[in-house]
């Protein structure tokens, strides 16, 4: 899939306005998180969204729970961290991006 990708800086400051191509890279796995038994057997239950960091090389590097239970926030960081991405290109250079990923745990 290809988009345009805008980027916004406030004109100061060296930041730049970079238009382009992207090519958006594509998960090669999303492992499940892990459901803790005594959370589940609690009834504790819901979807986690999850900030990541994913590097030129499709490594997620950085996950932190934007919204959810609290309790399940560290099962789905951890999961995230696992995941594998295909690189993002701009104009045919690997780029380092963020994105979200949802995790849903349900009883």
Partial sequence: ML???KVEGSGDGGKK???GVVA???AIS???ADYPENLKAAGVAGRVTVKVTID???DVTE???VSGEPLLRGPAE???LRAKYTPTTLCGRPVKVSGVITYN???
Avoid: D, I, Q, Y
């Fill in 3 to 5: 988009e345009t990708l």
């Fill in 17 to 19: 306005l970079v238009l």
């Fill in 24 to 26: 958006n890279g594509k």
């Fill in 30 to 32: 999303k492992p499940k």
């Fill in 56 to 58: 030129e090389k499709g």
């Fill in 63 to 65: 996950a932190r729970a």
């Fill in 78 to 80: 951890a999961a995230a």
């Fill in 105 to 107: 745990f349900a009883l």
